[in-house]
């Protein structure tokens, strides 16, 4: 089997203990085990980790060039500031990265429409909570 890595940045630990109108009731580890029930019928494994810091984020970033075929990546608050993740995604193409938010970014405070991840993604979901994720693996399935 292939693998993919899915990423989560900071505060994603705290799924399904707060702010529960905006991101959902589920828990990040609720949204791991869709991903490996979603994964396995695409023939993908799945290398799913959180971090609060930014170069655990890098770090497997460019791990994953080595280990999976594409990475789902929603780099939280990150996603908004991190040009370091900017330059590893671009650092290690053309490995594909599936750009993936629970809430719709959009729609939300003006400091959050920037991505700094979108440029080099090949292409974000948003606002969809944790389907994003599964939708986000059948879109790297697809790719490859
Ligand atoms: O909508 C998303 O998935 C975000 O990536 C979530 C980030 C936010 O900074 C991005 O703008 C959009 C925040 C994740 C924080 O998660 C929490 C979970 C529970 C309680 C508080 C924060």
């Known amino acids: 089997m292939k ?24 828990t990040l580890a609720m949204i791991e085990a869709d991903c490996a029930a979603a994964g396995a019928p695409l023939g993908l494994a ?26 789902v990546l929603n780099a939280g608050a990150y996603t908004h500031t991190s040009i370091a993740l900017h330059d590893a995604i671009r650092a290690n193409a053309p490995l594909p990265v599936i750009e993936v938010h629970l809430s719709n970014i959009h729609a939300r405070e003006a400091f959050r429409h920037k991505s ?16 994003g994720y599964t939708l986000a693996l059948q879109a790297l399935a697809a790719r490859l």
């Open 46 to 71: 799945i290398d799913f980790r959180q971090s609060n810091h930014e170069g655990d984020l890098v770090d497997w970033v460019h791990e994953a060039a080595d280990k999976a075929v594409g990475i």
């Open 116 to 131: 700094m991840i979108a440029p080099v993604a090949v292409g974000m979901i948003c606002g969809f909570g944790p389907l």
């Open 3 to 26: 693998t993919a890595f899915i990423l989560n940045g900071p505060n994603l630990n705290a799924l399904g203990k707060r702010e529960p109108g905006i991101y959902g009731g589920n």
